[in-house]
């Protein structure tokens, strides 16, 4: 992609648009996006001091990868609710008892670069390109599935990123987090579509630097929900959690989501679905006639 003033897609106001539509009925598709991230110890960490071992910051983090990514697969396990894993790809060599677990679950894996303390701008152009591949083809190794999605770390990208990213083969980003629902970015074929993400609706954003209360994210998730459920009546929308277990799977945390979720669930014409599964239905809509 070549420097540009306006992003690689057309401005499109959501109020132009023809309605959007999801299986059964369903007026919001509900994707939750557990970001499992590994920080290697002589690394740096982002936003922290510039030391290394900086044992506090590390502790915290990894405590998500030994615990709490567990406390919250067994929360979603109970709903019934599949995650799409934003995955670093170290995750895959240095703990693989959580990729079996993701499995067992049948969760989806997309790419989020080979550690968190690589994100792809400050990298080279041929760094980048190789990184990129390194996600892509060690995730596909460790699961047998090739990442169809992206979400950089950081959400942050090069002008070549997307061209690196179409090249590996991955057919959505999660970076550009603009919209209520998805659409297809000016990248040549095939399709590279951009389904929404959310830093509203992040653990790291609303309990980590706002520092909220836990109660308050879950009734940041409710609000968001019932907005987006009353105007799903018209188009269908796409609402985007975003979760890290090494903030919201602690023990005094976890419940809060579980209720946020049970309110959610105990609507009627909610779609809890994977980063794919959205994506899939929205380019099959793509130059039907509109209803």
Request: charged share 20%.
């Amino acid at each position: 992609m070549e420097p540009r003033r306006y992003g690689p897609f057309p401005y499109s106001p959501i109020i132009d648009r023809p309605a959007l539509h999801w299986p059964n009925g369903a007026r919001v598709a509900v994707w939750i996006i557990p970001n499992i991230e590994f920080f290697p110890l002589d690394a740096t960490i982002t936003g922290q001091q510039p030391i290394t071992p900086n044992v506090l910051p590390w502790a915290r983090r990894d405590y998500g990868n030994r615990v709490g990514v567990f406390r919250l697969m067994d929360a979603m396990a109970k709903r019934n609710i599949r995650g799409t894993v934003a995955l670093n790809s170290d995750i895959c060599i240095e703990h693989p008892r959580i990729i079996e677990a993701a499995q067992d679950l049948q969760w989806e894996f997309m790419g989020h670069c080979v550690t968190n303390t690589q994100p792809l701008h400050r990298l080279e152009p041929e760094a980048e390109e190789r990184a990129v591949k390194t996600t892509v083809s060690v995730i596909e190794k460790a699961t047998g599935q090739r990442p169809k999605g992206w979400l950089g770390a950081g959400l942050n990208e090069t002008w070549h990123t997307l061209d690196y990213l179409s090249a590996a083969g991955v057919r959505y980003v999660a970076d550009w987090a603009n919209d209520d629902e998805p659409y297809v970015m000016d990248i040549g074929k095939p399709k590279m579509v951009s389904i929404p993400y959310t830093i509203e609706l992040n653990d790291i954003t609303v309990l980590s630097l706002e520092i909220q209360s836990s109660e308050e994210f879950g009734r940041i998730i409710r609000r968001q929900f019932e907005v987006l459920y009353e105007e799903g009546g018209r188009s269908a929308k796409v609402m985007a959690i975003a979760l890290h277990p090494w903030i919201i799977g602690v023990p005094h945390r976890i419940r809060i989501l579980g209720a946020a979720l049970d309110f959610i669930a105990n609507h009627q014409d909610v779609w809890f679905a994977t980063g794919s599964e959205i994506v899939d239905a929205y380019l099959s809509q793509l130059g039907k006639p509109t209803a």
